[in-house]
């Protein structure tokens, strides 16, 4: 009786390598070698839940329900053979090629057929000896979802197959990538059709299982085309590097040394790196690498991963240019942690003659300098940085621990004072900690590591935003300017000081700076809000609306930005709209004063004071009125009552508030601006009255 079952499976051949020639030209041996590799490779089989159809006599035709489980079967048949090839002698060395296919099978009377066993076994001889390759069905199935490098040989006209079909070829543990030379394999497709745009390196987490061998480098030469690449590219994104180390606890060594590339080659004249915020917005991401690029504006993609054993270290890194595909570059560093900035330096310096063009450095000169000798206290201050990043409480404790180790085993860490001022800074800003402790404790970390260290940036921006709090607005102003002529490409300094250029009423170059900023950080929240927040202050409505509206739908779980977007869209009269989003916020974040005074505005529009009258009762009745002066000045002037406004706004100059000093910048305050008692409680903080450059109404 005939019986048909069709389905859509993932097919497998294999074959030992020149066994043919081996059975003839030694029987018994190649009997022997088939008895062990079919012992080795069936019970593989069961392990990845692949059926084996049948035996192919030196191989076998498998099907996998999963096209993932077939990839890693596949790897874990190369890497038994590999590891029993290492210790086997010479004349019993054997190789396997596999091939793999996703497409329709027909099971009929005990076999399959069908167009994707067909095609699995056409594929199977393009693999290498102990080699896989794989059709682009297989590729689209797996790719961001196994531990590979997937590398794109191009179209491939296959026997009996009508069509070229993209092979890729799935790269080994023990293999060196940086020995393939890719090229531009000419397709045999109609010339109108171009070479599709993902013949990209995907490294990933499998790099930790490399065999150890030295470094290689290799770098594209002698191809035309590669050269025309190389000397246009002028963009490139520093993705998270995979931590491959056992144990969560050692993210922080990955993460801070992608954040460590991306500040050295934001340095760079000539060349354009998104920061850090936009570039870890991609961390554990599933997004092909091309639409990556075209969110960061970028032409090309540095990625890789990090592994730690003790004092040891690896570094597996790859630079793809997406539109062409091409590999540019690539490198596998082992080395000891003391040698770490020599690696950050060769890696750096490798892109920058990789994409060439305007750019140009001296091998002798170096990009990234040791910023201390000390291994174990460069380890701390990445793990300080990590836990800095984190914006909590527990997470600014640790910092300063981790800080304050890395003090300990090196007494001249200027980066390490500098994390110290950072942390101190934001934990009395969060109030974590008293006002006066945290503000001298962050200048005393912030003088001292410029003492060490006159040119370093970070600690300019701290000093800057200490100043800035003590109202020292001219000084903070200096280090502002000093740290970005410093870097001129980080954005943090930027970011900070158009907050200072806005409440000094210079908005038209408060958002010159954000302007510079946001395409070195496209995707960064903070700054998208900023920018945004900045428009609306400036009177740029239209504009504030539009910016606004476009970073809620980019960073819809970003806390605040739909209080923003509420108070444009009422100040369009867009009320009920404003209320939604206000709505929106408390149910995602829960209530807060920000709120509540972002509603009190959408009321006060409206003609409804109820919201500014509950915020007056509720501060007006608390034990001590005078600690709320600035959120009773704001809620009087919804109210409408500008004779407490102004007494409150004068009470709040008094307690040096430092909210009051963002008088200029929110919009609660414009019924306040024309009368003459403004411009006196702007003196007072010696704010120039004078300096405002758009008048709002």
């Known amino acids: 009786m005939n019986s048909e079952d069709r389905r859509l499976a993932a097919i497998m051949f294999t074959d030992i390598v020149g066994y043919s020639a081996l059975s003839q030209r030694n029987e018994a041996l190649s009997l022997s070698l088939l008895a062990e590799h079919r012992e080795i490779l069936e019970p593989i089989f069961d392990q990845y839940n692949g059926v084996v159809i049948k035996s192919t006599g030196d191989g076998y035709l498998a099907e996998f329900a999963s096209a993932i489980q077939a990839v890693q079967c596949a790897v874990a048949m190369q890497t038994a053979v590999y590891d029993r090839n290492r210790n086997a002698d010479p004349e019993r060395v054997f190789q396997i090629r596999i091939g793999l296919h996703v497409g329709d099978i027909v099971h009929q009377d005990g076999d399959v057929l069908g167009d994707g066993v067909n095609i699995a076994s056409r594929i199977e001889p393009l693999a290498e000896p102990g080699g896989i390759c794989i059709s682009e069905q297989v590729y689209d199935h797996v790719h961001n979802k196994v531990e590979l490098h997937l590398v794109n040989l191009g179209p491939q006209e296959l026997k009996n197959i009508s069509i070229p079909l993209e092979i890729y070829r799935v790269f080994l543990p023990w293999?060196?990538?940086?020995?393939?030379?890719?090229?531009?394999?000419?397709?045999?497709?109609?010339?109108?059709?171009?070479?599709?745009?993902?013949?990209?390196?995907?490294?990933?987490?499998?790099?930790?299982?490399?065999?150890?061998?030295?470094?290689?480098?290799?770098?594209?030469?002698?191809?035309?085309?590669?050269?025309?690449?190389?000397?246009?590219?002028?963009?490139?994104?520093?993705?998270?590097?995979?931590?491959?180390?056992?144990?969560?606890?050692?993210?922080?060594?990955?993460?801070?040394?992608?954040?460590?590339?991306?500040?050295?080659?934001?340095?760079?004249?000539?060349?354009?790196?998104?920061?850090?915020?936009?570039?870890?917005?991609?961390?554990?991401?599933?997004?092909?690498?091309?639409?990556?690029?075209?969110?960061?504006?970028?032409?090309?993609?540095?990625?890789?991963?990090?592994?730690?054993?003790?004092?040891?270290?690896?570094?597996?890194?790859?630079?793809?240019?997406?539109e062409s595909g091409y590999v540019l570059w690539s490198e596998i560093f082992d080395r000891k942690m003391e040698n770490i900035f020599e690696v950050q330096d060769e890696i750096t310096k490798t892109i920058v003659k990789t994409l060439k063009g305007s750019l140009h450095i001296d091998d002798d000169e170096s990009i990234v300098v040791a910023s201390t000798k000390d291994s174990e206290a460069y380890q701390c201050y990445l793990k300080g940085r990590d836990a800095w990043n984190d914006r909590t409480?527990?997470?600014?404790?640790?910092?300063?621990?981790?800080?304050?180790?890395?003090?300990?085993?090196?007494?001249?860490?200027?980066?390490?004072?500098?994390?110290?001022?950072?942390?101190?800074?934001?934990?009395?800003?969060?109030?974590?900690?008293?006002?006066?402790?945290?503000?001298?404790?962050?200048?005393?970390?912030?003088?001292?590591?410029?003492?060490?260290?006159?040119?370093?940036?970070?600690?300019?921006?701290?000093?800057?935003?200490?100043?800035?709090?003590?109202?020292?607005?001219?000084?903070?102003?200096?280090?502002?300017?000093?740290?970005?002529?410093?870097?001129?490409?980080?954005?943090?300094?930027?970011?900070?000081?158009?907050?200072?250029?806005?409440?000094?009423?210079?908005?038209?170059?408060?958002?010159?700076?954000?302007?510079?900023?946001?395409?070195?950080?496209?995707?960064?929240?903070?700054?998208?809000?900023?920018?945004?927040?900045?428009?609306?202050?400036?009177?740029?409505?239209?504009?504030?609306?539009?910016?606004?509206?476009?970073?809620?739908?980019?960073?819809?779980d970003f806390p605040g930005v739909r209080l923003s977007l509420a108070t444009q869209l009422a100040i369009h009269g867009a009320t009920e709209e404003a209320r939604e989003l206000i709505q929106q916020e408390l149910d995602k974040f829960g209530d807060s004063e920000e709120l509540q005074y972002n509603l009190a505005f959408v009321d006060k529009i409206d003609g409804n004071m109820e919201t500014a009258d509950r915020l007056i009762t509720r501060f007006d009745q608390s034990t001590h009125p005078e600690e709320n002066a600035f959120s009773l000045a704001m809620a009087y002037t919804l109210k409408g009552d500008f004779d407490q406004a102004f007494e409150w706004l004068n009470a709040a100059v008094d307690r040096r508030e430092f909210e009051v000093t963002h008088l200029r910048t929110l919009r609660v305050f414009d019924p306040l601006r024309k009368d003459p008692r403004y411009d006196a409680v702007l003196r007072r903080m010696k704010l120039d009255s004078t300096s405002e450059t758009t008048t709002k109404t």
């Open 393 to 556: 409480e527990e997470g600014f404790k640790k910092a300063l621990q981790c800080f304050q180790n890395a003090v300990n085993h090196d007494p001249n860490y200027a980066n390490a004072y500098a994390g110290l001022a950072d942390t101190y800074h934001l934990m009395e800003r969060y109030g974590h900690i008293p006002t006066e402790q945290g503000r001298a404790k962050a200048k005393e970390n912030a003088l001292k590591a410029l003492e060490l260290n006159p040119d370093l940036a970070a600690a300019r921006t701290s000093l800057a935003t200490i100043y800035e709090y003590e109202w020292d607005w001219e000084n903070s102003e200096m280090e502002f300017r000093r740290a970005i002529e410093l870097e001129p490409h980080s954005v943090l300094p930027r970011q900070w000081y158009a907050s200072l250029l806005g409440k000094m009423g210079r908005f038209d170059e408060a958002l010159e700076q954000l302007e510079t900023a946001l395409p070195l950080d496209p995707i960064s929240p903070p700054l998208n809000r900023s920018y945004g927040f900045l428009l609306m202050a400036a009177g740029k409505d239209d504009q504030a609306l539009t910016q606004l509206r476009k970073t809620l739908e980019m960073s819809p």
């Open 175 to 322: 293999e060196d990538v940086t020995a393939f030379k890719p090229r531009l394999i000419k397709s045999r497709c109609p010339k109108e059709k171009p070479l599709p745009a993902k013949i990209a390196i995907l490294l990933l987490p499998l790099v930790a299982i490399l065999a150890a061998f030295g470094g290689y480098h290799y770098a594209l030469k002698g191809n035309n085309e590669t050269s025309q690449i190389e000397e246009t590219l002028k963009t490139v994104a520093v993705l998270p590097f995979r931590n491959l180390s056992e144990g969560n606890e050692t993210g922080y060594f990955s993460e801070g040394i992608t954040e460590e590339l991306i500040n050295a080659l934001s340095k760079l004249e000539g060349i354009r790196v998104p920061a850090r915020t936009s570039a870890f917005a991609y961390q554990n991401s599933d997004k092909d690498p091309t639409e990556i690029a075209k969110e960061l504006g970028v032409e090309a993609i540095l990625e890789g991963s990090v592994r730690t054993d003790g004092d040891q270290f690896r570094i597996s890194a790859v630079l793809s240019d997406i």
